[in-house]
Structure formats: structure tokens, C-alpha cells
């Protein structure tokens, strides 16, 4: 006898998050073999024809491969799509330690100060706008600790409205892809962390530099940002792992 996993929502896309959380999570390796789609459709209470699009899903993400006579087996780490916003989210849920934290930080200081190099370069008057808005809204919630989920979100609409106007195609589509990465490591950090007094000023210093079109300032700016924000979410990080 199987025991149902609760499944809410839209079903195919449940179970696949189910098993998607459970392969990143290591309870399936690399290697294995999925249960077979029989067995799946008892222990989730749901058609073959659920189980068959969760199963497209999670293939779609390059998390599986299905092959006839093999069955559905857990690809390696190397093949998964690691900017899927399900599959970072997955990760997040499953794996926040301080190796993809790291991850997370490496990637973003590899094109944030340049898309904030851009931005400053770029902007039009009504970006700066739209950016100071940003500012004002991320200072008036950021040191209320009782509001820190309203502050993580404008934390993450800062960031995000930086890598938009910088107009590169590519690095927005990538930091569309990874707002769940954002958003974690800013709620983890509003959320535990004494801030000190200099964090909004960080902040400012990247607001003082796209404003004034200073574009190489801007892109240093962004970068001490960022390695302050990995020194401090790092050691919750760590603390995960024991």
C-alpha cells in the first residue's frame, strides 16, 4: 500500500514539484530510476495522464530522461537546468547551505556590476526616476524588522529594476530567472541579521552612482554591495548544514 502525498493545485504540476524536490533534494540520485508510472499513480492519487505530464515536466527541465524499455531515470547534476525558476526554487527549498549561496553570489557578480555599469550609462530621466522610487521604497521598509518580507521584496525589486534598465536582453532574462534566488538570500538576511547602519548606505552609493551617470563607480558600487550581502547571508547559510 502506498501512502497518498497531499496534492493541491493544478495536479500534474504538484506531483512534479514533488518529485522534482525529492531528486534535488538527493532522495533519488543520479542514475536511479523513477518509480514506474503505475506506482506513481497510486501513491499520488492521480491518472496516468497527470503522472505523463509531470513526468514531460520534470524531463523538460533536463531532470529526468525517459527512454523506452529503460524507464525514467535521474540525469547527472551536470545536465539539469540549474536556471529553471522551479528547479532554483526546488534547490533553495532543499538545499540552502552555504554552497549555493556561493553559487548564487558568483553568478550574480558576474553580470550584476556590469548591468549596473549599463544602467548608469544608459539611463534615460525617467529611469532615474523609476530607480530613486525603488530607493525610497527599499529605505522606508528595510530597518523595520517587524516588515522584513515587505523589505526583501523591495530589496529584490531594486536589484531587479537595475538589471532591467540596463537593457541587455540576456541579463534580464537571467535575472527573471533567478528573483527566487533573490528573494531567499534577501528574506534570510532582513529576516536574521543585525543590519548595520551602513547597508542602506550601500545602497545609496550604487543609487548616487546610476544617478549621476557614473558608470564605473556604479559597477564597483554594486560589487561591494553584493560581497557584503554574501559575507553577511553566509553564515545562515553555513548554520544550515548542522
Not at 540576456?170 to 533567478?178: D, K, L, R, Y
Not at 534577501?186 to 529576516?191: F, R
Not at 549621476?212 to 559597477?219: L, S, T, Y
Request: glycine share 4%; net charge neutral; aromatic share 8%.
Amino acid at each position: 500500500m502506498f501512502e497518498r502525498e497531499p496534492v493541491i493545485g493544478t495536479m500534474s504540476a504538484q506531483v512534479a514539484r514533488i518529485l522534482g524536490t525529492r531528486i534535488v533534494g538527493g532522495q533519488y540520485q543520479p542514475g536511479d530510476t523513477l518509480p514506474i508510472e503505475s506506482d506513481l499513480c497510486a501513491q499520488f492519487g492521480v491518472s496516468r495522464t497527470t503522472i505523463r505530464e509531470a513526468i514531460k515536466s520534470l524531463a523538460g527541465k533536463r531532470l529526468i530522461d525517459v527512454q523506452p524499455k529503460v524507464g525514467t531515470r535521474v540525469l547527472p547534476f551536470a545536465d539539469w537546468n540549474l536556471l529553471d525558476r522551479e528547479v532554483l526554487t526546488w534547490r533553495l527549498q532543499t538545499q540552502f547551505d552555504a554552497k549555493i549561496v556561493e553559487d548564487i553570489f558568483e553568478m550574480r557578480l558576474c553580470f550584476e556590476p556590469r548591468a549596473c555599469f549599463l544602467a548608469a550609462e544608459n539611463c534615460s530621466a525617467e529611469d532615474l526616476r523609476v530607480i530613486t522610487r525603488k530607493f525610497e521604497k527599499l529605505k522606508q521598509t528595510i530597518l523595520n524588522r517587524d516588515e522584513w518580507q515587505i523589505a526583501a521584496q523591495a530589496e529584490l525589486d531594486f536589484h531587479i529594476t537595475v538589471i532591467n534598465l540596463s537593457r541587455n536582453g540576456m541579463f534580464v532574462t537571467i535575472g527573471s530567472a533567478i528573483k527566487a534566488a533573490l528573494r531567499v538570500s534577501s528574506e534570510v538576511l532582513l529576516k536574521n541579521a543585525v543590519l548595520p547602519e551602513d547597508y542602506l548606505d550601500l545602497y545609496g552609493k550604487v543609487l548616487t552612482c546610476i544617478t549621476d551617470r557614473q558608470p564605473e563607480q556604479a559597477e564597483a558600487a554594486m560589487s561591494v554591495l553584493l560581497k557584503s550581502s554574501r559575507a553577511r547571508v553566509l553564515p545562515f547559510a553555513k548554520a544550515a548544514l548542522y
